[in-house]
């Protein structure tokens, strides 16, 4: 449902995206693994046009996204994002999180917004947290509370950028225990992680990106356990026994 | 003392009216600020060059004129230009235009200084750049925004006395008017200086409750 076919993206003259070619099947979870710097938050960002691309195409159902077009903003309803550092809006309960874009974006009533909140929230172990400012809020339960908004628009697929990279380790599990029940009710999910373990479990496939290019991808498993390529066996020692 | 009392007796009531005229300048000009304030802010925010820049250009025009020429400006050239204005009208528009341009650089500020994350997450669920603007950025820029805000209007409120200059009778014109009529330099700018207090004070304890509040409903 999400195809790359020969992206390639530069800030300026620094190229960051090398000719991306992929392919995310519905239901299907994908997580982008590699190095700091090779471009994984730029290829996820580009999905959901927070950054144009220069070359190639981007597709979701066969609709192509572009950052400049008019449609962009109702491409993202579709696509929802969940950020490493969470980015609730402060100003607003969790559950008014929630509720912002079904109510101002997709223009549903707010009686019906609230319901759908509420049992997301439920969902996500926060019932009793609804009326909590995020600043009232663990880092895990923020970061809860944003997959509930992102589910809130009824997504066809969520794109996570390190989801856990900015939390607490003892925060971690509560965080991944609502992505892997995600995954099993087959939402699609694109994932940038280093959590090396969960990709195993969770993903169906895996793309080892180094330098802007796929080095490798292929079965979660596979790529993991068993990887082909110098540079994916070098990087996936060093995430599992940092020195 | 006995005297000063019976002599500020016998001032106050055109003092007063003074002081209504300053208040009726003052909030007008206010007023009139803020929104145009809003509006420079928002266009020089907007990321469309042929809005941002003219504005900027503006705004730094009148920053760097003195309020006073400002004020000279609006009241005798513009009836030349075949604009004519009333000194109150002339003085609201002059203090608003000129604080205008202040405030809108503290909002611009303000705006800037909102998290680039809080952008990307409203974009993300879809939302067009007016909502965006109005649900998410404006209500946290202006918290940003409120210390430098409220210290622009009690200067404003201070700067009202410039428009005496164009023989708009407010407080301190009355003063000037008063004090030379009866010599009474001492008792005249006692009480001009303390009713300006009785608007300064007030006001600035105002804004701080507000920031207060403000803060505390983060
Ligand atoms: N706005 C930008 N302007 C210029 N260069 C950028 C910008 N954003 C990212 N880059 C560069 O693009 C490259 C890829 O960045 P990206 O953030 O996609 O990497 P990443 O794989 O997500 O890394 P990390 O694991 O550290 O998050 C880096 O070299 C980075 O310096
Ligand atoms: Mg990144």
């Known amino acids: 449902m999400i195809s790359f076919n020969n992206v390639h993206k530069a800030y300026g003259d620094h190229e960051v995206l090398k000719g991306i070619n992929a392919e995310v099947g519905k239901g299907q979870v994908v997580c982008l693994i590699g190095p700091s710097g090779s471009g994984k938050s730029t290829l996820l960002r580009c999905v959901n046009g927070l950054e144009e691309y220069q070359k190639g195409d981007i597709l979701i159902d066969n609709d192509r996204v572009n950052a400049e077009a008019k449609s962009i903003h109702a491409l993202r309803t579709r696509v929802s994002m969940v950020f490493q550092r969470f980015n609730l809006f402060p100003h607003m309960t969790a559950l008014e999180n929630v509720m912002e874009g079904p109510v101002h974006v997709l223009k549903e009533s707010k009686a019906d917004a609230r319901k759908h909140a509420e049992e997301l929230l439920t969902r996500v172990g926060l019932s009793e947290k609804m009326d909590f400012y995020p600043s009232a809020l663990s880092g895990g339960q923020q970061q809860r509370v944003a997959i509930a908004r992102a589910l809130a628009m009824k997504p066809e697929a969520i794109l996570f950028d390190e989801p856990t990279s900015a939390l607490d380790p003892e925060m971690v599990g509560e965080v991944l225990q609502v992505m892997r029940s995600l995954a099993e009710e087959h939402m699609t999910m694109i994932v940038v992680t280093h959590e090396i373990q969960f990709a195993r479990e969770v993903a169906d496939s895996v793309l080892f990106l180094d330098g802007g290019k796929i080095v490798e991808q292929g079965q979660a498993r596979e790529v993991l356990t068993n990887p082909q390529h110098e540079r994916t066996q070098d990087f996936l020692r060093r995430v599992t026994h940092p020195v | ?218």
């Open chain 2, 1 to 218: 003392m006995n005297d000063f009392l019976t002599r500020s007796a016998e001032y106050l009531p055109l003092l007063l009216n003074g002081l209504w005229l300053t208040v009726a300048v003052t909030v007008l000009s206010l007023v009139l600020a803020t929104a145009l304030g809003l509006l420079w802010a928002l266009l020089r925010t907007s990321g469309v060059p042929w809005l941002s820049g003219p504005t900027r250009v503006f705004v730094e025009l009148v920053r760097g004129i003195p309020i006073l020429v400002v004020l000279f400006y609006i009241y005798f050239v513009m009836p030349e230009l075949g604009v004519d204005l009333t000194a109150f009208q002339a003085g609201v528009i002059g203090l608003a235009l000129t604080y205008s341009c202040y405030i809108g650089e503290t909002f611009r500020a303000g705006i800037e200084a909102v998290d680039k994350g809080q952008i990307e997450a409203a974009k993300s669920i879809g939302m067009k750049r007016p909502m965006m603007m109005r649900r998410i950025v404006l209500p946290q820029a202006f918290k940003i925004v409120m210390p430098p805000y409220a210290n622009n209007s009690v200067m404003l409120l201070k700067d009202s006395s410039q428009v005496s200059v164009i023989s708009v009778a407010e407080l301190t014109m009355q003063g000037k008017m008063l004090a030379s009529s009866t010599f009474d330099n001492m008792t005249v700018f006692t009480l001009v200086a303390l009713l300006y207090l009785c608007l300064t004070i007030p006001l600035n304890l105002g804004m701080g409750r507000i920031e207060k509040m403000l803060r505390r409903s983060r």
